[in-house]
């Protein structure tokens, strides 16, 4: 094989997205999971807000009854309210995936300054709209939470 021939099947394999690899027992093949917290530093006390972003693939859409479920460890001086808030699209009643679901927590006042890794799930039922079925997911996350004096 020649120099231009071994670079262009380089190039092929390396474009390829996951070109190897085989599906992680971590993700969902038909619904992208994506969070964020609405900021990096937190004080002592404070109330912070943990956002899911659930985008399903077409024909695939995400349940609200039964709701989604968070579970995270129990961490001292960390506290996540126990329901989340999960926004419905007016027409279907399923999840509005334009719209982040979000669940809260709080800071115990005592908390010293540092970085917490919290580890929990969150769960939620999706749906093929064209196939009939639905399943349920368990999406493994960590949060990290960096406190500040």
């Not at 093949?29 to 917290?37: D, G, I, P, Q």
């Not at 460890?73 to 334009?98: C, I, N, R, W």
């Not at 580890?119 to 039922?125: A, D, I, L, Q, R």
Request: net charge positive; proline share 6%; aromatic share 12%.
């Amino acid at each position: 094989m020649n120099v231009i021939a071994a670079l262009t099947a380089m190039l092929i394999i390396g474009a390829q997205p996951n070109a190897g690899k085989s599906n992680s027992a971590y993700d969902n093949k038909y619904v992208r999971f994506e969070f964020t917290l609405d900021h990096t530093d937190f004080t002592p006390g404070e109330t912070g807000t943990l956002s899911v972003f659930l985008t399903p693939n077409t024909g695939v859409h995400i349940n609200t009854d039964p709701p989604i479920e968070y579970q995270f460890e129990k961490k001292a001086h960390v506290t996540f309210t126990a329901k989340a808030t999960m926004p419905k699209d007016s027409v279907t009643g399923y999840l509005d995936t334009q719209k982040p679901a979000t669940i809260s927590f709080t800071l115990d006042k005592n908390i010293s300054p540092g970085i917490y890794s919290i580890k929990g799930k969150v769960k939620y039922f999706f749906c093929s709209e064209t196939e009939g079925w639905c399943n349920q997911f368990a999406q493994p996350v960590t949060v990290i939470i960096r406190v500040k004096k």
